[in-house]
């Protein structure tokens, strides 16, 4: 780990005047930032602490909840209100890491998690688009059994680790974001970007700029996520699936989105349109998981997450539905 400085933030404002100097990184409880600082992936000038922030609350917003981005994973997912009537959300959190890593992880931290790209994660490795631009993509014709199939361009096909934020694209949430230039909010499935030509752009947050709060809003009835891996704990997904449904002879909404195959957090519009407005059986399912993957793009290590997708999609959706025939 390189040397840096280190400044703990009062409010929000010294913490964006803070980090207005070059290299300059947030920190909340660390769990990603530290972890690639030790891999020398990352080299921050400067750490600014945002620990300190009145932003670690969970507050009723309408119908729906208002999450505040220093909210620590264990506490959101053992929050009554997400619990019960967020099901998806908190079954992705404890799918997720470990209880001492989501007893330090944030909301906010957990949303700008990097990618597990084994090519990215080594230093030493000079072909990564993400962590030197314009150096070529090693992992395409490299191993590729973690990486995406969804969403790649030929500059790089890293996936999202992230099981939180397949929960929340497909709630439908909403980021709230404070900068140098004021407040915005931004939906959750426009918040990640797609590599495209430029790789090292995981966000639409611009320089200096806070996640104070992601905003949930009313639930449906049903929802459930699903996570499949090589082990029962602390492993990321190859394929999940978080679902959320209001269904009874008909479906008459219905949110999908897709983990550990999309180089973002990948809600399926797709899908959806073939569910909403057909009878919740199977053979609807095979046919929203269908479509969920038409567009998959895989390399030769990780073609059997087509069929993995599909399969485990039907699966949560089956579930969800409480058992369809």
């Known amino acids: 780990m390189e040397p840096f400085s280190w400044i703990k933030a009062t409010d929000e404002a010294h913490a964006m005047s803070a980090s207005a100097a070059t290299g300059s990184q947030y920190i909340a409880g660390g769990t990603n930032l530290v972890d690639y600082m030790r891999l020398a992936v990352m080299r921050p000038a400067q750490v600014v602490d945002i620990s300190a922030l009145p932003l670690a609350a969970i507050e009723a917003s309408g119908q729906g909840l208002m999450i505040g981005a220093l909210v620590r994973n264990s506490d959101l997912a053992y929050h009554p209100e997400v619990a019960q009537k967020y099901a998806v959300l908190a079954e992705a959190i404890l799918a997720g890491a470990s209880p001492q890593i989501r007893n330090l992880a944030t909301t906010g931290g957990n949303m700008l998690q990097r990618t597990r790209c084994p090519y990215f994660r080594d230093s030493s490795e000079p072909a990564c688009n993400k962590r030197k631009p314009g150096s070529g993509c090693a992992a395409i014709g490299g191993f590729t059994r973690s990486h995406a199939i969804l969403g790649t361009s030929q500059h790089c096909i ?57 905003q949930l809003p009313a639930p449906l009835p049903r929802s459930h996520y699903l996570k499949v891996r090589d082990r029962a704990s602390f492993a990321f997904a190859l394929a999940s699936a978080a679902v959320a449904l209001d269904a009874g002879k008909t479906i008459t909404a219905a949110r999908v989105a897709l983990g550990g195959v999309g180089t973002k957090p990948w809600r399926s519009k797709e899908a959806e349109s073939v569910l909403v407005g057909a009878p919740p059986t199977l053979e609807t399912f095979r046919k929203a998981a269908e479509a969920a993957l038409a567009g998959a793009q895989p390399q030769p290590g990780n073609q059997f997450k087509v069929e993995l997708a599909k399969r485990t999609l039907v699966r949560a959706l089956a579930e969800t539905a409480g058992g369809a025939k």
């Open 158 to 214: 890293a996936s999202n680790p992230s099981d939180m934020n397949v929960a929340m694209a497909a709630l439908d949430a909403t980021v709230h974001i404070t900068g140098p230039k004021g407040k915005r909010s931004v939906p959750f499935v426009d918040f990640h970007t797609l590599p495209g030509d430029h790789p090292e752009r995981e966000s639409v947050l611009e320089p200096g700029e806070l996640i104070t709060h992601v």
